[in-house]
């Protein structure tokens, strides 16, 4: 079993930046592929990105390439999503979700996402 919980979630304007946290219980954290996934109202969810268990493999979102950095360290089970020029059309929450046995590609399967965090809203304002 693993919770995850995210954090630092906020209001930002246009072009600024933001670092969302996943704390994450459990002693085997770096057996989960970590994602990221977010929902703007009466949107579906959709996948931004995620990072393999061992941090050396990583996939994105087209959205999101080269705004958004995913990192974990496995020493304090927690993951982040560094979020830099954003736009308005990044409002939305953030959830960070874990799946063992799973590429960083696969993690944009939701049905099979094995653990959800309970989501950290992020508002950018134009």
């Known amino acids: 079993q693993v919770q995850l919980v995210e954090s630092g979630g906020g209001l930002v304007q246009a072009g600024g930046s933001l670092r969302l946290s996943c704390a994450a219980s459990?002693?085997?954290?770096?057996?989960?592929?970590m994602g990221w996934f977010r929902q703007a109202p009466g949107q579906v969810r959709e996948f931004v990105g995620a990072?393999?268990?061992?941090?050396?493999?990583?996939f994105y979102a087209d959205s999101v390439k080269d705004r958004f950095t995913i990192s974990r360290d496995n020493s304090k089970n927690t993951g982040y999503l560094q979020m830099n020029s954003l736009k308005p059309e990044d409002t939305a929450v953030y959830y960070c979700?874990?799946?063992?046995?799973?590429?960083?590609?696969?993690?944009?399967?939701?049905?099979?996402?094995?653990?959800w965090g309970q989501g950290t809203q992020v508002t950018v304002s134009s």
């Open positions: 979700a874990a799946s063992k046995f799973r590429s960083p590609q696969n993690m944009r399967i939701i049905a099979d996402v094995q653990y």
């Open positions: 459990g002693r085997t954290f770096s057996m989960y592929t």
């Open positions: 990072i393999s268990g061992s941090g050396g493999s990583t």
